[in-house]
């Protein structure tokens, strides 16, 4: 289709990476307009946790659309909100002892970023944020200035204030404890940090090339923000909704941020939606001081519920995500071992891992490979070095094995000593055929 040559922006990005017009999609399975099928090992940068049109989920919406249920509702009540609401008290917060209040902000995930950082400095009175190297919290000004990536960051056009770079678990060598920075620099009255009002940061960095965090320094992290007194901001939008084996990638940890984010998989259908969670004591907002139009996208709060109902109800689904992360940790050790030639390693929790290629040309070729065999996977991190694993949560156990399998031959053709790597013209020959 040459429409998208002609009219739309340079911005766009995944499209380069899998050059095919997609036209359905189910479950775990894409579907070009010639009818060819993808296997999905992106779902949406993390939002299809549930997988592509979820029959569960889409019964419920379908019913709630014939009924003329409310659809755009600015942050009026409405029985969806409400159902939404009470459901996600129940069946999430309340089990898990968090005592939070929730916020519905702009359907993104940096909107949600946007009002959490907000919230930090009128609550503190404190302008400086500290965040982490390699974190990514999108692209709206505010959470860019906490998001590491120079490619991204070099998009502002204007100073990118407010935020101190901090190194993440394991920036600095397995060894050494970041923390211990950190304490040190808020220690210090001539460090040349001002008190921060809070720190923001993901469980495991996804963007970022999948650095999982360990649970100890995360607890270090949390006890040294609670004798600083500064909020601790979880940015739970790619980690959370299960990813990690539980709803909330932090639970494991033990610990309780102060603010929460989500957004990506709350909806469960791929519905724009995004929600922050906070203690009621930091609960100062203003009516509508911060809003958005598309806070009541009420067919997301439909969706949402029934997948809090159907996947949350029980500890079954946590179980078997854990069970396949188990599979997918075993596998990619086992490539890893044959053929990284001890260069490649791996990294992740759960169903959010990768494999570290070091080399941003090679993980290239790895995905690209899977592409010809109809596998969708990208790659992330600084250098896009990391291929990264991210299939729907509710994957058939065969197609998880078969995407796997896919990438392994992939990763024997790329590191095979004989392998020419071919320029992959024939590839993108047949690109042009398809988009002509
Ligand atoms: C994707 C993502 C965001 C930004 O969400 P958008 O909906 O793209 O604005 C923020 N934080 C994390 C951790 C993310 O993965």
Not at 101 to 116: H, K, L, S
Request: proline fraction near 3%.
């Amino acid at each position: 289709m040459k429409i998208f040559e002609e009219i739309e922006s340079e911005v766009q990005c995944y499209a380069r990476s899998f050059p095919r017009v997609f036209q359905r999609a189910h479950q775990e399975f894409l579907y070009d307009q010639e009818g060819r099928e993808y296997l999905d090992f992106l779902a949406g940068a993390g939002t299809l946790n549930y997988g592509h049109n979820n029959s569960l989920l889409k019964k419920e919406l379908l019913s709630y659309i014939q009924q003329d249920g409310i659809c755009h509702g600015l942050d009026m009540h409405t029985q969806a909100k409400g159902e939404f609401l009470e459901v996600f008290n129940s069946l999430i917060l309340k089990p898990r002892n968090l005592d939070y209040v929730v916020q519905f902000t702009g359907p993104t995930g940096t909107n949600a970023v946007e009002a959490a950082l907000k919230l930090a400095r009128i609550v503190t009175g404190r302008e400086t944020i500290l965040a982490f190297t390699n974190g990514f919290h999108g692209v709206s000004l505010g959470a860019l200035a906490a998001t590491g990536n120079q490619h991204h960051r070099g998009g502002a056009g204007v100073s990118l204030n407010g935020v101190v770079r901090v190194p993440y678990d394991g920036y600095m060598g397995d060894d050494i404890d970041t923390t211990y920075y950190i304490e040190k620099l808020l220690n210090d009255s001539s460090s040349g940090v001002d008190k921060p009002a809070a720190m923001i940061v993901e469980t495991v960095q996804g963007e970022g090339g999948i650095n999982a965090s360990s649970f100890e320094w995360l607890q270090r992290l949390d006890r040294l923000c609670k004798r600083h007194d500064i909020l601790l901001i979880v940015d739970d939008i790619q980690a959370g909704c299960g990813r990690t084996g539980h709803f909330f990638s932090f639970e494991e940890a033990g610990i309780k941020p102060d603010i929460v984010t989500l957004s990506k998989s709350i909806s469960g259908y791929g519905l724009p939606m995004a929600v922050v969670l906070f203690r009621p004591e930091l609960d100062r907002w203003k009516p509508g001081e911060h809003n958005g139009t598309f806070r009541g996208n009420n067919l997301a709060f439909v969706t949402a519920k029934a997948a809090i109902q159907h996947y949350w109800s029980e500890p079954g689904f946590s179980k078997e995500i854990r069970r396949k992360g188990d599979y997918i940790s075993k596998r990619l050790k086992s490539i890893v071992g044959k053929y990284g030639e001890g260069n490649f390693t791996t990294r992740g929790r759960g169903m959010f891992q990768g494999i570290n290629c070091v080399n941003g040309e090679i993980a290239n070729k790895i995905t690209k490979k899977a592409f010809k065999q109809n596998l969708i996977i990208e790659t992330s991190g600084a250098n896009d070095h990391v291929v990264k694993f991210l299939c729907p949560l509710t994957i058939n156990e065969i197609n998880l094995k078969r995407g796997i399998d896919i990438v392994e031959n992939a990763i024997k053709e790329v590191c095979a000593k004989e392998d020419t790597i071919p320029e992959d013209n024939d590839y993108f020959d047949e690109v042009k055929v398809i988009n002509s």
